[in-house]
Every structure is written in structure tokens, then in C-alpha cells.
């Protein structure tokens, strides 16, 4: 499975030259440490959730995200119009391609069955990137963004659970101080107004161009944006650590991270496993969280990829890698 990233833009009043701390490799992680140290008497800055607690509502309140977004998907985007949909835009086109696989997304688009799932995968993905994580908060105080970027890499090292616990309590605390700042607030609307104008650009020509499906839809994907981003300050301000990514088109079907949701599959898990059934399309993300409470730390798988699956015996796909080779050179999209 691959996570996928894309460059991160920010609103035009965020796009000022990055001021960098003058910290080195070696000093940076002391420094910042006392830098953000919480007070003992004011711990209050992140939820006081126990991690079992946590990780269950965190969980809980994920799931009712991609619900929503496969709600959505159903009632505002099932319906394959071959006229428009031979007219979408490159990026557009590029992006589903992206999220799925360039030699079945046509019949995935065009299909009632299998459209929804390629539209909740689009918006899930394009959240996971630009919502559900720290950028929600960044582009307000780029000092603050810098030090919070130079400690977040210290845990991809393999470092001590309690300096691991000390790093993320002080992640959270860069967090509260950014929401604490004065204009926050008004930077937080805009920048959900930003979010709404860039995902309609990419779902919107996916969506019946009637009025009321326009309208009606558009609002749902601020409802929904503004969901995501709620959730995602939520879970900044919590010392936690999440893992996400989709289960891939081709890929073998693994019932430890997987669940069928195809309507013509009603084999069992183990069945699927032992035939060797492959993905159409995952459009819901596997997702870990690891609480870092103790002295050690536990990683527990909280949501599987939810899967429409090939028939039984289909042949692998030409991996997307090699397509590439035979096409244009890929240039980064500009909306990205």
C-alpha cells in the first residue's frame, strides 16, 4: 500500500518566505523540547482522554467522516453522464486516475455500481492530504510551523517512548498556541473557504449540472470539510499518532486490513484471502493509531479499507509505473 502526498499549497495570505528557526539537526530537539514544555498546572491545553478512550472515540468519529462522504457520493454523484464526463478536465481526470487506476477508472466512472466509491475515494484522499492533518493549522504563524515540522521529525526516528511522549505533548502544545494566537479564528473561516473552493473544482463537474445538485452539494462538501476540520484540530490536541493509507487497486485482498463491501462477493474473509481475490477499489483508508500514554507504546488498527473487489482469477494489471513510462512525462498539476 502507498501513501500518497501532494505538495502543500497554501492560502494566497499565507504564502509569505518561511522563517526558519536557527536550530541545527543535533540541538533542535532539546531546544524545542524547553521551548514548548507544558506548565504542570496546565496540562488542560490537550484532551485529558485515557488512551483506550481516545483511540475508540478518534476511531468512532473518523468512521462517521467516510460515512458522510459516502452518503454524499451516493445521492449527489452516482449518476454517470456520458456527455459530461467525456468533457472533465485534464486534472480532473489526472486525479481519479490517481486514486484509482488509469485502466479501469473509465469503467468505474461510468457504472451506478462503482461511481460512488470512486467519488468517496477522491474527497477521502484529497481530505487525509490537505485536512486531516497539521497543515489544517499551518500558514498562520510560520515560525510556529517551522519548530512543529523540525520536532515532527524526530518521530520517524526510532527514539525512547518517554522522549517520544515529551516530543508529541510538545506538538500539542505549538498546536494550542497557534489556535491561542489573535486572528486564528478569522484565518481558520477563510482558510475553509479555501478547502470548499479547491475540492468543488474536482468534484463539482462530477455532480448532476442541475441547480439543486450543485447547490444542495456544494453545501454538503462544507458541512463536510468543516467536519474534517473540527476532527483534525481534535486530534492535534491530542498526544496521538495516525497512520493512514487506502488499499490499492490490484492489490491482493488482506483481511487484516480489508473488508469486502462488494455486493456480488459474499465469500468469507479467509476465502477471499486464500483465493487470492484482488481490489477494484478501496475508498475508505486503513487506519492505525499509536498512543504513547505508558512507558512503551501500542499500535492498534482502528478502521480497515473498505473494498469493492475484482472477479475471482482476474489477471493483474499493467502496474501504473510502467503506464507511465509510455505516456508523457508526468508534470506536477498546478492545482495541487
Not at 515560525?143 to 517520544?164: G, M, S, T
Not at 479499507?305 to 510502467?322: G, H, K, R, T
Request: proline content about 7%; hydrophobic content about 40%.
Amino acid at each position: 500500500m502507498e501513501v500518497h502526498t501532494f505538495r502543500q499549497e497554501l492560502p494566497e495570505e499565507a504564502r509569505r518566505h518561511p522563517v526558519i528557526p536557527a536550530l541545527t539537526p543535533n540541538e533542535d530537539l532539546e531546544r524545542l523540547l524547553r521551548r514548548h514544555r507544558p506548565a504542570i498546572s496546565s496540562i488542560e491545553f490537550g484532551m485529558n482522554y485515557g488512551p483506550e478512550w481516545a483511540t475508540q472515540h478518534f476511531a468512532a468519529k473518523l468512521a462517521e467522516l467516510w460515512r458522510k462522504v459516502e452518503m454524499f457520493g451516493h445521492i449527489f454523484a452516482n449518476t454517470p453522464d456520458a456527455v459530461r464526463d467525456g468533457q472533465l478536465p485534464v486534472r480532473i481526470r489526472r486525479y481519479l486516475n490517481r486514486v484509482s487506476h488509469s485502466m479501469l477508472m473509465p469503467r468505474l466512472l461510468a457504472s451506478p455500481g462503482t461511481r460512488w466509491a470512486l467519488i468517496s475515494r477522491a474527497i477521502n484522499e484529497w481530505l487525509l492530504d490537505w485536512v486531516l492533518n497539521e497543515t489544517v493549522v499551518q500558514g498562520f504563524d510560520l515560525v510556529l510551523d517551522a519548530e512543529y515540522q523540525l520536532l515532527k521529525r524526530h518521530l520517524l526516528r526510532d527514539i525512547d517512548p518517554f522522549v517520544r511522549k515529551l516530543v508529541l505533548n510538545a506538538l500539542v502544545k505549538i498546536v494550542c498556541e497557534t489556535l491561542c494566537k489573535p486572528g486564528f479564528k478569522e484565518f481558520y473561516l477563510e482558510k475553509h473557504r479555501w478547502y470548499v473552493e479547491k475540492l468543488w473544482r474536482y468534484i463539482g463537474p462530477l455532480v448532476p449540472d442541475q441547480p439543486e445538485y450543485q447547490t444542495e452539494g456544494r453545501t454538503r462538501i462544507a458541512q463536510t470539510i468543516a467536519k474534517a476540520q473540527a476532527l483534525s484540530v481534535d486530534m492535534l490536541l491530542t498526544p496521538l499518532e495516525y497512520v493512514h493509507y487506502f488499499a490499492e487497486t490490484d492489490e491482493l485482498f488482506d483481511a487484516a486490513e480489508m473488508v469486502n463491501m462488494d455486493p456480488q462477493n459474499d465469500r468469507s474473509p479467509d476465502e477471499l484471502d486464500r483465493l487470492a481475490f484482488r481490489v477494484k477499489l478501496g475508498y475508505t483508508p486503513v487506519t492505525f493509531i499509536r498512543a504513547n500514554f505508558e512507558e512503551s507504546w501500542t499500535s492498534e488498527c482502528v478502521f480497515r479499507s473498505e473494498v469493492l473487489l475484482m472477479p475471482q482469477n482476474s489477471a493483474a494489471l499493467i502496474p501504473e509505473s510502467f503506464l507511465s513510462t509510455l505516456d508523457e512525462p508526468f508534470e506536477p498539476l498546478d492545482d495541487y
